[in-house]
């Protein structure tokens, strides 16, 4: 028996409780019953965490395409596998089977070889939302090559940093990108980037837009009739369980961004047994996450993850604003999705629009509801429960990481008790998550707040970063001795439910105490005017540090004395005086990731003055709002 499916409290406390007291057994047996190995292991699993060493399933072969396609052939081959939705509602969208997968994944896969890729090479992938950048991503993974997406909104610096950093031998790539009502001029941006990265040999493009684009001679060819022209089979290249699969970048608050190592095996056992479970996932259900492949998120929950589970899932080439901002409920009523899954900052921005923008949509066929990415405050989550889900669908707010491949905290849908906003609430099946005080002492009991720590590996996390292991041990083994330090902050309940109170780097001690700024923005969230809201300490002579509240407003051109006073008076009563904001400036705008995060660092920069020393903000999605920030800091 395994636990490869939790159905029920006391099934997801007995897996749990055999998680922890034989984590070897617990995986092997999922690992045995639900994916098919060209061989298996010799040993389930090492690991050093003082040497940031990492190795589960050692000595078996596999490939995991034949687990996200092949073995679904005989059962499911006529099911969608990937639905393409288009940018353009007027365009049609796309039902890939399971069949045309297999088939469209192969020719790709031999396009690469013939193009002289082979196993372990790196290629990089700088694709719109189209089908052709999951195909691309299984196409590597067929091979053996190690895929590297990178998120098609970034610059070509941030490009060419990434291509040299993991020293990629070809590009795939397409002339465009639409996105709303703009089209943004890919193929251009690469060649700019490849202007600094001698060693790419090759360029695929993807005709999308249709639009003009230079083709270099002897190194860019169009995708199409390389396909058309190559075998619809390939056999898939036999990897050992801790090959490489991908490096996927994180760009952390300094430095250079970390090429995030994720092997074979383990990540595929993660990936596709959290999928299962968090989202519950049933034979005709229609998934949606609405993540780019850029990110993780999009690497395990809308290709490894949904397909190994022969799951259909949904990929999105928009944004949710365009036409109009009912898309995302458009797409759910047309395609009766099940599972939605979001980030919270897409929810905070469709919840500041009209209601007529959802009501005017059925969407009646969704089940489970999902977040991602922050903290969801508490505003946000009533709307998405009361608006999208009608009360009805459980929402999973689910902590992980780009390190930890896959959901570590996370109610089960209809399973975990008593769901409450603003809690991850408790860890999956394998996961050992402690609270650290700031002496590096274990927080036993509850309720507790420290930083959190998972203290046993589990098969998703990654394995090192890409040609610097030692920063890998640094940055998440050497803070805490014998454990795996996220960089989060978190609260534990009396139930032992875990709320993630938002970056460490980000805390602020006010006159001695420690206050996450998770928490703080969401009491701020709950004042009916306020859309968005970011806090952080300035160096005040008395208290040490002072909060500085950045606040965007639903109508910006009502701000006023009154609301600022208002938003002090509600932060007095949930949290207390010690907690009010100095100073409230409110704000077109925050600065934020290309993946949506909020910038706190650029914001503690303009709190203290420190204007000259911000940093690289052009790989913001909204650099421009930082100088108008500036100008009316308070
Ligand atoms: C998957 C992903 C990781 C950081 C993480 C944390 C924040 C993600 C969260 C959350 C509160 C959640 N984060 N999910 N915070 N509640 N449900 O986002 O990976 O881009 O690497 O970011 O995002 O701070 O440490 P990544």
Redesign the pocket.
């Known amino acids: 028996m395994d636990f490869y499916h939790i159905q029920s409290y006391s099934e997801y406390k007995e897996a749990y409780k055999a998680s922890v007291k034989t984590p070897e057994t617990f995986w092997e047996s999922i690992a045995e019953e639900n994916f098919s190995w060209k061989k298996k292991w010799n040993e389930i699993l090492s690991w050093d965490f003082t040497k940031a060493e990492i190795r589960w399933f050692d000595g078996a072969k596999l490939n995991i395409t034949e687990n996200c396609i092949d073995r679904h052939l005989d059962t499911r081959g006529e099911k969608t596998a990937l639905l393409f939705e288009p940018n353009s509602p007027s365009e049609a969208a796309q039902h890939i089977s399971y069949n045309q997968l297999y088939e469209k994944v192969c020719r790709f896969a031999n396009v690469l070889k013939q193009k002289g890729i082979e196993k372990g090479d790196r290629v990089c992938i700088y694709l719109p939302m189209i089908p052709e950048l999951a195909v691309s991503v299984l196409a590597c993974a067929r091979i053996g090559a190690v895929h590297s997406v990178v998120f098609a909104g970034f610059s070509a610096q941030a490009l060419s940093q990434r291509i040299l950093d993991c020293d990629c031998k070809m590009v795939i790539t397409s002339d465009g990108a639409f996105r709303g009502n703009k089209t943004i001029p890919l193929k251009n941006i690469v060649d700019n980037a490849l202007e600094d990265c001698p060693d790419v040999t090759s360029v695929l493009v993807v005709r999308r837009t249709g639009e003009h684009i230079k083709m270099k001679e002897g190194r860019d060819e169009w995708l199409l009739p390389l396909l058309d022209s190559a075998s619809i089979s390939c056999i898939p290249e036999v990897m050992d369980a801790e090959d490489p699969l991908f490096i996927l970048y994180?760009s952390g608050s300094t430095g250079k961004p970390k090429g995030m190592v994720h092997t074979t095996a383990g990540y595929m056992v993660y990936s596709a047994y959290t999928f299962k479970n968090v989202f519950q996932y049933q034979e005709e259900d229609i998934y949606w996450c609405t993540a780019d492949i850029g990110?993780?998120?999009g690497h395990s929950y809308i290709v490894y993850g949904p397909l190994a589970n022969g799951a259909t899932t949904v990929m999105f080439e928009g944004v949710p604003s365009y036409p109009d901002y009912g898309r995302f409920w458009e797409i759910v009523a047309k395609h009766k999705v099940t599972q939605f899954y979001t980030a919270p900052t897409a929810i905070r921005a469709l919840a500041k629009e009209p209601l007529e923008f959802v009501k005017k949509h059925d969407l009646t066929s969704l089940k489970i509801l999902g977040?991602?990415?922050?903290?969801?405050n508490e505003e946000a989550w009533h709307w998405y429960n009361n608006n999208i889900g009608d009360g009805l669908c459980p929402i999973v707010?689910?902590?992980?990481?780009?390190?930890t491949g896959g959901i570590l905290i996370s109610a089960l849908p209809k399973i975990t008790p008593a769901i409450l906003p603003t809690f991850?609430t408790l860890p999956l099946p394998g996961i050992q998550p402690v609270l650290v005080d700031d002496s590096s002492k274990e927080i036993k009991g509850n309720p507790a707040h420290g930083k959190l720590c998972i203290k046993f590996p589990w098969p998703g996390m990654a394995r090192t970063i890409w040609g610097d292991h030692k920063r890998y041990k640094e940055t998440y083994f050497s803070a805490y001795q014998n454990k795996y330090f996220?960089?989060?902050g978190a609260l534990r309940n009396d139930d032992g439910y875990y709320r993630?109170t938002?970056?460490v780097d980000d805390v602020i001690i006010v006159s001695g105490h420690n206050l996450g700024t998770?928490p703080i923005e969401d009491v701020i969230n709950t004042h009916e005017a306020v859309a968005e809201s970011a806090i952080v300490g300035f160096p005040h002579d008395v208290k040490g540090n002072a909060l500085y509240g950045f606040v965007t407003l639903k109508h910006p051109e009502f701000s006023s004395e009154k609301i600022s006073e208002e938003i002090n008076q509600l932060i007095s009563t949930s949290i207390g005086p010690i907690a009010k904001l100095d100073k409230i400036q409110f704000t077109e705008g925050l600065p934020k990731t290309r993946?949506g995060?909020i910038m706190r660092r650029i914001l503690r920069k303009i709190a203290s003055g420190e204007t000259e020393s911000l940093g690289d903000i052009s790989t913001l999605l909204n650099p421009e709002v930082v100088q108008e920030i500036i100008q009316q800091r308070k």
Do not use: F, H, L, Y
């Open positions: 994180t990110w993780i998120t977040t991602v990415g922050e903290p969801i707010d689910t902590w992980w990481q780009t390190e991850a996220t960089g989060d993630i938002g970056r998770a993946s995060k």
